[in-house]
């Protein structure tokens, strides 16, 4: 085996976590090597440079989530007085995905720039683990080369998965690996799953104009605050979106024009239903089986995530792992962003400070926002006891939908957790306009350790849904969180 290049750090993966901690540890002069190889989708999509989050994640869906609103905000200037808006005009599939994918082929050239200029290798190659310091990597055509390094990272991400129990499944659905990418629109859609994929692209897509049906097998958003889960289907039902709920498809048969036979079955009762396109949204599993784990020894677990210490590094002392494919971590951009960039200070840069998880904020896509961060009501009592914690809440409508009759007048909500002892705020909930831009700044002061009487004794901006947050006295349980007033 011949040896083509000796490296310090070696970066598996491409995506969030990997461009960023290649560039990171760059920065300290590390000698750096990159490999990203992107495996075409079963429906034979495929992208360039950027993992996940640009290609077919956050970036697409970010922008495919403002068309829709774009296209709400047509009925709210009728409502705001403009007289020449256009209610019946369609919208165009084809133009929206041309832009949105000329910006992320913007963004991959830009990675490929980012790389070049901090001397960074970049090999857009399959990588796999041939021993525990050297790399094999596969080109498209075949051609092999071996590369060492002191270091390995692995940030392969993950991968959509695919319900079993139908045979040859991937040939007749899509999944979100493909739908930012589709050369045409997907008309009437069958969306299957009801977590944060399935309800961010069945909130578009209806908003965009099409026929969604969304199919819930359990719950809607498990691990969240399901009370605003509720209202995240009230508000979507509202919109337009049909839920199944309690199902789970059985059987998708192609017919001849390519539209899709699709039969569940219902509490105990069988059903049936043709769309045009299914999409599937029921989770991701780490895109691990290729890179020779077990040979090497790196420990993984049973849905092929691997096992890292709090300094992420592998069963393998000096191979690590970060991001989705990584056992126990948020599926998030920022937490592998930080990740990475921690673990080159760590090893390029002589610092010691790890990641933390604690108090990560999030937001949810859905047509109304829902941002949080910590606890939610159900985790934070099955942690403490009812007794332990205080919950206020509030049910609010936004200033600006006073002028609109088109919006939903109990639809946005908050929610705040506190300890009753210390008055520390352990979660935050926040169901409305802009919920990633007004829970992002609240992140600050909750992992700061914020008290509910420091909250009330920050001024708040007026008028802003944002202020709401600083203004709640509705405990729940005792008051109404109905809003009055201003
Ligand atoms: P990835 O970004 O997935 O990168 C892994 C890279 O490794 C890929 O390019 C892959 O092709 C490459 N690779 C795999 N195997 C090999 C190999 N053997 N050799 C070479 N290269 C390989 N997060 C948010 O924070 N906000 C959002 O709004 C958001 N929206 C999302 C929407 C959708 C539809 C999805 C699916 C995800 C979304 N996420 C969002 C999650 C976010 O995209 C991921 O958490 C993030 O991209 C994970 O980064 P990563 O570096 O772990 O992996
Ligand atoms: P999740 O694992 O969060 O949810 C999977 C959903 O599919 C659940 O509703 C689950 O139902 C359902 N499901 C699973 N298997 C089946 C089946 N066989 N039949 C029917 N339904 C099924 O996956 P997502 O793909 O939604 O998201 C993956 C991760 O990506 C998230 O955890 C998140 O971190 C990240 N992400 C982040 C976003 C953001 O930050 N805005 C946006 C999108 C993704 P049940 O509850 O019954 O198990």
Not at 109 to 125: A, D, H, I, T
Not at 182 to 195: D, E, Q
Not at 271 to 294: C, P, Q
Not at 328 to 347: F, W
Request: proline letters at 4%; hydrophobic letters at 35%; glycine letters at 10%.
């Amino acid at each position: 085996m011949q040896i083509t290049q000796e490296f310090d750090f070696f970066v598996i993966g491409g995506g969030s976590g990997g461009l960023a901690a290649a560039k990171q540890a760059a920065i300290y002069g590390a000698r750096v090597g990159l490999a990203d190889f992107v495996k075409p989708s079963p429906q034979g999509t495929k992208w360039g440079l950027g993992g996940t989050c640009v290609n077919v994640g956050c970036i697409p869906k970010k922008l495919m989530h403002f068309a829709a609103l774009a296209g709400e905000l047509r009925k709210d200037q009728v409502e705001a007085g403009w007289i020449h808006t256009n209610l019946q005009g369609k919208h165009d599939w084809i133009k929206m995905t041309e832009n949105v994918q000329n910006h992320i082929k913007k963004l991959n050239f830009q990675y490929k720039n980012q790389l070049n200029k901090k001397e960074v290798k970049y090999y857009n190659k399959l990588a796999e683990l041939e021993k525990s310091n050297i790399v094999k990597l596969i080109d498209k055509e075949g051609g092999i080369e071996y590369v060492k390094s002191k270091f390995i990272l692995i940030a392969v991400g993950g991968r959509p998965t695919y319900p079993e129990n139908i045979p040859e499944i991937e040939k007749k659905v899509i999944t979100s690996d493909d739908l930012f990418w589709l050369p045409n629109s997907p008309g009437k859609t069958l969306i299957v799953g009801a977590s944060y994929v399935a309800l961010e692209c069945g909130g578009f897509l209806n908003g965009l104009g099409y026929d969604t049906s969304i199919m819930v097998r359990s719950i809607l958003l498990r691990g969240f605050d399901q009370q605003i889960a509720s209202k995240i289907e009230d508000y979507m039902l509202e919109s337009g979106v049909k839920f199944i709920k309690e199902a789970i498809p059985i059987n998708i048969e192609l017919n001849e024009n390519n539209k899709k036979l699709v039969t569940w079955t219902q509490k105990g009762v069988q059903h049936s239903e043709i769309f045009d396109t299914v999409l599937v949204a029921t989770g991701r599993k780490s895109d691990t089986n290729k890179l020779n784990l077990e040979k090497i020894g790196i420990k993984i677990n049973k849905n092929g995530k691997i096992i890292c210490t709090i300094d992420d590094r592998t069963s393998i002392p000096n191979i690590y792992a970060i991001g989705d494919c990584v056992e126990g971590r948020p599926e998030l951009t920022p937490t592998a962003i930080k990740c990475g960039q921690l673990l080159a200070n760590r090893l390029f840069g002589g610092q010691k400070k790890m990641m933390c998880y604690q108090f990560v904020p999030t937001t949810i896509y859905t047509p109304l926002e829902y941002g949080c961060i910590g606890y939610s009501e159900e985790e934070a009592i099955n942690k403490f006891t009812q007794n332990e914690i205080i919950i206020y809440h509030s049910i609010f409508k936004p200033l600006e939908w006073n002028l609109l009759d088109s919006h939903y007048a109990q639809a946005c909500m908050i929610k705040l957790i506190i300890m009753k002892q210390t008055r520390r705020i352990i979660g935050l909930h926040y169901l409305g306009p802009n919920a990633g831009e007004i829970v992002q700044g609240y992140a600050i002061a909750i992992k700061l350790g914020a008290t509910k009487e420091q909250f009330d004794a920050t001024i708040g901006i007026h008028p802003t849904c944002s202020e709401e947050i600083l203004t709640l006295s509705a405990i729940k349980g005792i008051d109404n969180p109905q809003k009055e007033g201003c």
